[in-house]
């Protein structure tokens, strides 16, 4: 099995389209980004700032993260709806910008992507599997991305859509020293595209890349 690494921006589609071609392509689907939000749990729970790197890289290093057909174990219990909430989201960029926490972390990561699969992160290309054999950056419009994120939380009206543009655009800001698109990542947009024609072309770039024996 080859491994891929999908990386983009908040709402370009990642997580939803990393799902369905692992499920696709029966590998097993890599969620870097659910460590940081499970480290982010873990740094809420115990109450310390989530401003102080050693402290978060304390807490990261002794949290116990799992993750099981896709959901998120943390010390054991599956935190999967806990991590997608509105408070863990609103901290995991600062709590995943600190240097000691990314390193507690990417063992876990790349441990979980030795077979082979499905990686999929902001860093996935550039850091975690910086061998992958597919590299897909994937992007999507700003509106697009803010209109699925409302669907996704249930709401839709215009001004929770526009609430959702300026999250998502704060959001890229924030990550954006750690969002590095690899020079070798194949751009996919996804603007106004269903999930299966999206994963269509990327199982159909996977077939090419097994085809040349794993060289792009
Ligand atoms: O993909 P996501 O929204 O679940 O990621 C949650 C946060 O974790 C995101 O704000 C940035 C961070 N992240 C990261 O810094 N590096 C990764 N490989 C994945 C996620």
Known sequence: MITVAIDGPAGSGKSTVARALARRLRAPHVDTGAFYR???????????????????????????????????????????????????????????????????????????????????????????????????????AAAERARRRAGQEGVADRAAVAAQIADLRARDRRDAARMRRADDAVVVDTSGRSVEAVVDELAGLVRRVARAGGRR
């Open 38 to 140: 499970a480290a982010t749990l873990a740094v809420l729970r115990v109450g310390v700032d989530v401003r102080d790197g050693q402290a978060c890289a304390r807490v990261a290093r002794a949290a116990r993260i799992e993750r099981r057909d896709d959901r998120t174990l943390l010390d054991g219990d599956d935190v999967e709806e806990e991590v997608r909430g509105r408070r863990v989201t609103a901290a995991v960029s600062a709590v995943s910008a600190h240097p000691g926490v990314r390193a507690a972390l990417l063992d876990r990561q790349r441990a979980q992507a030795v077979a082979g699969g499905v990686v999929e992160g902001r860093d996935a290309g550039t850091v975690v599997v910086p061998d992958a054999e597919l590299k897909v950056w994937l992007t999507a």
